[in-house]
T-cell receptor, first 112, second 112 residues
């Protein structure tokens, strides 16, 4: 069993829809929970990260962490075609990027 | 643009050969991380250097090595290349040893 599980998709939604992306994990030691966006042929870009449980909002993006269920989510409101990308969840046991475990990524397509 | 520069963007080489990938971190960033992204394994941490010294090792093969120079740029050396080494190799940097790291555009290595 992988430490971090993520549905690879692809996920296709119409422009303006609310998108929900999710990951589950098995390691209780994870402290930081992150979401990266990766456009085709580009490097991953850190969208948001949270420490421990709770919600975090940044513009149209909201990240949620439920440590009791070992489940994290990323919501995208008012989705735009420019949001079309692969979204990687990631989790970290410590405070170093050397300890990050990445999900396999969900490919998202927003239809105009 | 993250400010992290990787060269070359693409590399095609034959099995058994040796290649060097180069990374210039963001100005002032002391920490450099190398990652490998492949279809079957996803994005995995290879090795970290901090201010010229090796700080952490991940799933890096013995045929692979890295170094960080006094000007903080880093090189990843891959030798005795095999078909399975074909992947995207990313470099990331951060000011110190942190969760938040900035990724370069990657080097796409194809071994034929």
């Amino acid at each position: 069993q992988k430490e971090v599980e993520q549905d690879p998709g692809p996920l296709s939604v119409p422009e303006g829809a609310i998108v929900s992306l999710n990951c589950t994990y098995s390691n209780s030691a994870f402290q930081y929970f992150m979401w990266y966006r990766q456009y085709s042929r580009k490097g991953p870009e850190l969208l948001m990260y949270t420490y421990s449980s709770g919600n975090k909002e940044d513009g149209r993006f909201t990240a949620q962490v439920d440590k009791s269920s070992k489940y994290i989510s990323l919501f995208i409101r008012d989705s735009q075609p420019s949001d079309s990308a692969t979204y990687l969840c990631a989790m970290c046991r410590g405070s170093s990027a050397s300890k990050i475990i990445f999900g396999s990524g969900t490919r998202l397509s927003i239809r105009p | 643009d993250s400010g992290v520069t990787q060269t070359p963007k693409h590399l095609i080489t034959a099995t058994g050969q040796r290649v060097t990938l180069r990374c210039s971190p963001r100005s002032g960033d002391l920490s450099v991380y190398w990652y490998q992204q492949s279809l079957d394994q996803g994005l995995q941490f290879l090795i970290q250097y901090y201010n010229g010294e090796e700080r952490a090792k991940g799933n890096i093969l013995e045929r692979f090595s890295a170094q960080q120079f006094p000007d903080l740029h880093s090189e990843l050396n891959l030798s005795s290349l095999e078909l399975g080494d074909s992947a995207l190799y990313f470099c990331a940097s951060s000011p110190r040893d942190r969760v938040e790291a900035f990724f370069g555009q990657g080097t796409r290595l194809t071994v034929v």
